[in-house]
């Protein structure tokens, strides 16, 4: 469905609930300003956080239930920032530290934050508890720049997949160790890729040169399926994990 909103090329977001089988909405940032991007009665429209991001920067968005409102995550300045609505929206920097070529994707298990970043072609698992932020080296080794998706699965474990040498890979940990092992679903390396929690895998949804893909896990073996939708070719997808209404919701740009 195309809304009436009109928003500039090098604009990055999130996409959110704010309740089951209600409209996604999103915080985006727009030509350096985080904004809140909503439908109204008249229409989709934005409305200003008044806080500054770097031009361009990502960011993930997460709801979680000590905090009804949208957590923001972006990676400016060489740093993970975390952003939340605590009467006015607040923006604070964490302790954790990134390289100029980093990719990440924030999840939750109920009110415990998680992470998986790619950082300069590195895994590493980032979490934050009650002595702060922490950022944990997996062992294991990435494309450099590849992008990822990190999801809680329903037994509560943090898995992920991410999209390498023109092939999806599902990242988990078991015996005591991380995992990244390649799946036989073939994506051209660079595709964009957003994911979500299924039953016993994780998924994902691409945008195959303008076909939107959905790529998921079952007994038999990793399926591949374009969906028929389509939309602009190399703009980002963003899922929403809590509603409802339908097994897989998204915004994209």
Not at 7 to 22: E, I, K, R, V
Not at 72 to 80: C, P
Not at 126 to 131: Q, T
Not at 172 to 195: D, E, M, Y
Request: net charge neutral; charged share 10%; aromatic share 8%.
């Amino acid at each position: 469905m195309l809304s009436n909103l009109v928003l500039p090329g090098n604009t990055t977001y999130g996409a959110f609930s704010p309740g089951p089988g209600q409209s996604p909405r999103a915080m985006a940032n727009i030509d350096g300003v985080m904004r809140l991007v909503y439908a109204g009665s008249n229409g989709w429209t934005t409305m200003s956080s008044g806080l500054a991001m770097a031009p361009g920067a990502p960011l993930n968005v997460l709801r979680t239930p000590a905090n009804a409102s949208a957590q923001i995550f972006t990676l400016e300045d060489g740093r993970l920032w975390h952003t939340f609505d605590g009467n006015g929206w607040k923006k604070f920097p964490s302790s954790v530290t990134v390289s100029g070529n980093c990719t990440f994707s924030m999840t939750a298990n109920g009110t415990d934050l998680h992470g998986l970043f790619n950082d300069n072609g590195r895994l590493f698992h980032v979490w934050a508890d009650g002595s702060g932020w922490h950022k944990g080296d997996t062992q294991v080794d990435l494309q450099p720049g590849a992008d990822l998706v990190a999801v809680i699965q329903p037994d509560g474990s943090l898995q992920g997949l991410s999209l390498e040498f023109s092939r999806v890979h599902h990242i988990f940990g078991a015996n005591g160790r991380w995992n990244r092992i390649p799946t036989t679903a073939s994506l051209p390396t660079g595709t964009p890729i957003a994911g979500r929690a299924a039953y016993g895998w994780p998924q994902l949804v691409a945008n195959h040169n303008g076909a939107i893909t959905h790529v998921w896990g079952t007994s038999s073996g990793w399926m591949c399926v374009p969906t028929g939708q389509t939309t602009n070719p190399g703009r980002r997808l963003s899922l929403v994990p809590d509603v409802a209404s339908a097994p897989l919701v998204g915004l994209t740009l």
